[in-house]
C-alpha cells in the first residue's frame, strides 16, 4: 500500500510534518502498529486459517523520502496558516 505525501500534507498535517522531521520515531510507532493489527486479527480469528501465526519480520517502509537537513525544520504551510503572515523561500 503507497501513500502520497502531498494528500497526506493537505490531510493530516501533524503527521505529515513528523515524517519529515522524526521519520525514524514514526517508522518505530508504525512497526509497533502492524505488530498490533497482527494479533487483533488473530484474537478476532473472523477469516484467518487455523495456525496463523504473528509476523514479527513485518515493517513499514517510507520510500521517496525527501531528504531534509536536521538543522532546518521545514513545516509547509497548511489550511491552519490562512490569516497569517507565512514566508516560503527557495533555492
Do not use: A
Not at 45 to 55: C, P, V
Not at 68 to 88: A, E, M, R, T, Y
Amino acid at each position: 500500500m503507497y501513500f502520497s505525501l502531498t494528500h497526506l500534507q493537505r490531510t493530516n498535517v501533524n503527521l505529515f510534518n513528523n515524517l519529515l522531521l522524526k521519520p525514524w520515531e514514526e517508522y518505530k510507532k508504525w512497526n509497533k502498529c502492524l505488530l498490533e493489527m497482527q494479533k487483533k486479527l488473530i484474537e478476532g480469528n473472523m477469516f484467518l486459517e487455523d495456525g496463523y501465526q504473528i509476523k514479527t519480520n513485518c515493517h513499514v517502509r517510507f520510500i521517496n523520502m525527501p531528504l531534509i537537513d536536521p538543522k532546518l525544520k521545514v513545516i509547509f504551510p497548511s489550511n491552519d496558516n490562512i490569516g497569517q503572515f507565512v514566508q516560503i523561500k527557495g533555492n
